[in-house]
């Protein structure tokens, strides 16, 4: 019998600000990317492999991947065999008010090691999913409380502010995201966008990258899905949301949307609204 890929994205009313999925990959390979929000991913079988700021990391059973908003990375199995694992996406402003009230960290808080070995913290967040999935919002809250607070007092750290654009290589890029930001379904070529800005484009692409950890490509890539997304929520079809956002069409949408989300953004959408059948 051949091995299925599997995967639910969805989110529970009772814990608001957070993001849930339960996954088995095979052959998924995550394109980089970023989240808005915080990644807690706790793996039961095999190896998620991801490429991340602090080098090649490895999360295998009983391990936790811990990323931070707005940290490019990557994604994919270490084998044939592929990896299982539950998450919670809680948004920065989760994590802060539940960092303010349980820890001693000072300013923005966040994970410094990307992979820990905490068993008892991933079952916490498989406890976690059950709960949202049975209903349970005593239980789903509480225990995504323990298990936040856990890692931060174990693996917290003040994460860094990024600073204003000061020298001429980051007003550049910051210039640069402004544009594809507001030219996203038409945006220009690299070497257009560099002569608008009044720079090389061998510049500017280490400039956005220093700036942003993604080359302009990758970076509009991850922008769409993340437009797509909550096109997606407001109830736009699949269909629309891809022209909307600057995709070809719809399997252009579908194909961007599952390397980065985990699912196909029908799924999603279904989720999102509450849809059946």
């Not at 890929?5 to 980089?32: M, N």
């Not at 694992?85 to 809680?90: N, S, T, W």
């Not at 693996?155 to 654009?165: K, V």
Request: proline fraction near 6%; charge should be positive.
């Amino acid at each position: 019998m051949a091995r299925r890929e599997q995967a639910r994205h969805w989110r529970y009313s009772e814990l608001p600000g957070v993001d849930l999925l339960r996954a088995r990959y095979i052959d998924k390979t995550f394109l980089p990317h970023t989240h808005e929000t915080f990644v807690i991913a706790a793996v039961t079988h095999g190896v998620d492999v991801f490429q991340h700021s602090q080098g090649k990391q490895y999360a295998g059973p009983g391990a936790l991947a811990l990323i931070n908003p707005d940290t490019p990375h990557t994604g994919h199995a270490q084998d044939a065999e592929g990896w299982r694992y539950g998450a919670v996406y809680p948004a920065a402003e989760v994590v802060a008010a539940i960092a303010a009230e349980t820890t001693t960290l000072r300013g923005t808080p966040g994970f410094a090691a990307p992979v820990v070995e905490d068993r008892y913290a991933t079952h916490l967040v498989h406890q976690v999913l059950r709960a949202a999935e049975e209903g349970n919002a005593l239980a789903a809250d509480t225990l995504l409380r323990v298990a936040v607070t856990r890692l931060l007092r174990t693996n917290g750290g003040t994460l860094r502010q990024r600073r204003p654009a000061t020298g001429a290589g980051a007003r550049h890029a910051a210039r640069a995201r402004a544009v594809l930001e507001a030219r996203m379904a038409d945006p220009p070529s690299l070497e257009r966008l560099a002569a608008e800005l009044g720079t090389g484009p061998f510049a500017l692409l280490r400039a956005f990258k220093d700036a942003y950890g993604l080359p302009p490509h990758s970076w509009l890539t991850d922008a769409r899905v993340r437009r797509a997304r909550r096109l997606l929520e407001a109830g736009t079809t699949p269909a629309e949301a891809a022209v909307t956002v600057g995709f070809t069409d719809q399997p252009h949408l579908n194909r961007h949307f599952t390397r980065i989300v985990g699912v196909p953004p029908g799924a999603y959408r279904k989720e999102r609204l509450g849809l059946t059948g």
